[in-house]
């Protein structure tokens, strides 16, 4: 092979890679970008995760693709584990579609109506009128058709560009003796996995397998192990997406290598030992591009076939491949840039998100309350860990959600992020102030302070109420429930009195000598800790009533509250007052 011809490959594999890209890219555009969303959404079973993704495999053209795209879902905590695994198995299958597209570059004849219904004239004019499309038409998607054309043409002559940089080889006598080594099977995959490897692409190494079959000098036997080789080697690029990944994100990026690894041992295992026992004669025959085409699919389907049933174990291995450390426990995720560009994939993980981040300033909340009664420093240390999660959840969620506001959104999605952004530091601003209630504990702990009987009464009275508010408001949230947030503000109320109470009835304390005053420090510290704490509770269930209400004004909204009081609002004080009676 000289230079002129590796030049030549190169610009074949040059084309073909960029108009697999542009086909795959105008694909995509067609649909609306909703590939990722129905992904998403729709793999909840094994079955349909596979299904998934092999379909949208076949749209975008790319197993990598698909499989970076669902790193990214994971990486966010978006998608599980489970789920991941089955889409993944899809992509294995759905990217053998491209071997099949490059079989249209290989038919025509050269006589008679043959001629016209060649590769090359059908490119020809699939060329001439994406073009046409692409400049001359107004229309959004009739452009976004012709640069599927375009694509699909562009993708047709690199794979003729191929073709005919190969098409002398079949004479070179090296290049025969080259065939007949890969009659080897574990020189074949390893040339396979090589070649994958560096072109990161699976289907432009199946073209270029299509390509030298052209000759006849490939066999059906050397073909084999080469695309085996092949499935193992398009895992590649998405173990570089683990880079800078989460547990889950790293965990993620190794099913693919792990899946067609295992199934490509088993079906080489099961075929070789078969061909020893029954000879199979046609490893012996010449291949061409059709037969390339069938057979990848064939080995990508059994592969597919054999892990099926296995996706449980898969998961178990890869988990305990990949172990999450202590100091992983409390990470917040990584938000995925790529989601940007999609909306609506970006809403539902910021929406996962600020959930999760809910649910870690309630659990802050929570222990740290508890430390008041039996302080422990393994307790404190938690929610310690936990105030610094929330943390990095609101500086990340934070700038994410701001660079989401310059997309065009729908009205709903204008609305989600509104209340996002809004009760954004309002569930910090509670985790703030679980870590101050903790310290206060700690505090009282090393002090040896004790609060007098009628105090401590009262502060479990208060603290009861103070968890009430935050569970209401936090559920009520996750839960999307107005109704439920409208309980919200007038348990505040109470919590207000309450505040007021005992501290009118600590100064009675201190007068009669029934209290001390640095106890008394403790005790007005937390007082206002939660006092703090209810207000937030206030503001988020707020947030949520207003903007269902098409409105967001919610300091009018309180301020309406609290001077037009309803029967409803009434009763719901009532009986908030009598069950936190002091």
């Known amino acids: 092979m000289d230079l002129l011809t590796v030049i030549n490959l190169l610009g074949g594999i040059a084309l073909f890679l960029f108009g697999m890209k542009l086909m795959g890219d105008g694909l995509k555009s067609v649909a609306g970008n909703k590939l990722e969303l129905i992904l998403y959404r729709l793999s909840n079973t094994t079955l349909k995760g596979v299904l998934l993704g092999t379909g949208v495999t076949a749209v975008?053209?790319?197993?990598?693709?698909?499989?970076?795209?669902?790193?990214?879902?994971?990486?966010?905590?978006?998608?599980?584990?489970?789920?991941?695994?089955?889409?993944i198995l899809g992509a294995i299958l759905g990217t053998s579609i491209t071997g099949w597209i490059i079989c249209l570059n290989y038919i025509g004849g050269s006589s008679g109506v043959g001629k016209y219904l060649s590769s090359a004239v059908l490119t020809g004019i699939v060329a001439a009128i994406g073009i046409i499309l692409c400049m001359f038409v107004k229309n959004k998607t009739v452009k976004k058709a012709g640069s599927i054309m375009m694509g699909?043409?562009?993708?047709?002559?690199?794979?003729?560009?191929?073709?005919?940089?190969?098409?002398?080889?079949?004479?070179?006598?090296?290049?025969?003796?080259?065939?007949?080594?890969?009659s080897n099977p574990v020189l074949g995959v390893l040339i396979g996995i090589v070649v994958t490897a560096v072109l990161q692409s699976a289907s432009a190494a199946v073209g270029i397998v299509q390509a030298l079959s052209v000759s006849g000098t490939i066999s059906v036997g050397a073909a084999v192990p080469l695309l085996l080789g092949i499935t193992v080697g398009a895992s590649v690029p998405v173990l570089l997406s683990a880079l800078g990944a989460t547990v889950n994100g790293k965990r993620a990026s190794l099913i693919y290598p792990i899946s067609t690894t295992l199934s490509a041992a088993v079906c080489a295992t099961i075929f070789y030992i078969s061909n020893a026992i029954f000879k199979f004669e046609f490893l012996?025959?010449?291949?061409?591009?059709?037969?390339?085409?069938?057979?990848?699919?064939?080995?990508?389907?059994?592969?597919?076939?054999?892990?099926?049933?296995?996706?449980n174990l898969i998961e178990k291995l890869i988990t305990a491949l990949v172990k999450k450390k202590k100091e992983d426990e409390d990470d917040a995720p990584l938000f995925e840039e790529m989601f940007i560009s999609h909306p609506a994939l970006a809403v539902d993980q910021s929406r996962s998100a600020i959930k999760e981040m809910a649910q870690r300033s309630y659990k802050a909340?929570?222990?740290?309350?508890?430390?008041?009664?039996?302080?422990?420093?393994?307790?404190?240390?938690?929610?310690?860990?936990?105030?610094?999660?929330?943390?990095?959840?609101?500086?990340?969620?934070g700038t994410y959600l701001v660079k989401l506001t310059g997309r065009e959104l729908t009205?709903?999605?204008?609305?989600?992020?509104?209340?996002?952004?809004?009760?954004?530091?309002?569930?910090?601003?509670?985790?703030?102030?679980?870590?101050?209630?903790?310290?206060?504990?700690?505090?009282?702990?090393?002090?040896?302070?004790?609060?007098?009987?009628?105090?401590?009464?009262?502060?479990?009275?208060?603290?009861?109420?103070?968890?009430?508010?935050?569970s209401i408001a936090v559920n009520a949230f996750i839960a999307g429930d107005v109704e439920s947030a409208k309980k919200v503000e007038p348990l505040e109320e109470v919590i207000d009195d309450l505040c007021d109470k005992i501290k009118s009835h600590h100064i009675e304390r201190l007068q009669a000598g029934e209290c001390t005053i640095v106890p008394g420090f403790v005790l007005n510290d937390l007082l206002t800790n939660y006092e703090r704490v209810s207000d937030h509770c206030s503001n988020i269930a707020a947030a949520m009533i207003e903007l269902e209400a098409d409105e967001f004004d919610t300091h009018k909204y309180l301020n309406r509250i609290k001077n037009k009081r309803s029967a409803e609002f009434e009763k719901q004080f009532e009986d908030y007052a009598e069950r936190y009676k002091i």
């Open 284 to 311: 012996n025959g010449s291949s061409d591009p059709f037969i390339i085409a069938a057979l990848n699919s064939v080995i990508r389907l059994a592969m597919v076939v054999i892990l099926l049933p296995f996706t």
């Open 60 to 87: 975008i053209q790319s197993s990598c693709a698909t499989s970076v795209m669902v790193v990214g879902f994971v990486n966010s905590g978006m998608m599980k584990l489970r789920q991941a695994v089955s889409v």
């Open 152 to 182: 699909f043409a562009v993708l047709m002559f690199g794979m003729s560009a191929m073709s005919s940089a190969v098409s002398s080889l079949g004479e070179s006598d090296g290049f025969r003796s080259m065939l007949t080594s890969l």
């Open 411 to 470: 009205e709903q999605q204008n609305k989600d992020i509104s209340v996002f952004l809004h009760t954004l530091s309002d569930f910090e601003r509670i985790s703030d102030h679980a870590l101050n209630i903790a310290e206060s504990a700690k505090e009282k702990k090393e002090k040896k302070l004790v609060f007098s009987g009628g105090a401590q009464e009262e502060m479990n009275v208060i603290t009861s109420a103070v968890n009430e508010i935050v």
């Open 365 to 397: 909340l929570k222990i740290a309350t508890e430390l008041l009664n039996e302080y422990r420093e393994e307790a404190f240390d938690q929610v310690s860990k936990l105030e610094s999660s929330v943390d990095k959840y609101e500086d990340g969620l």
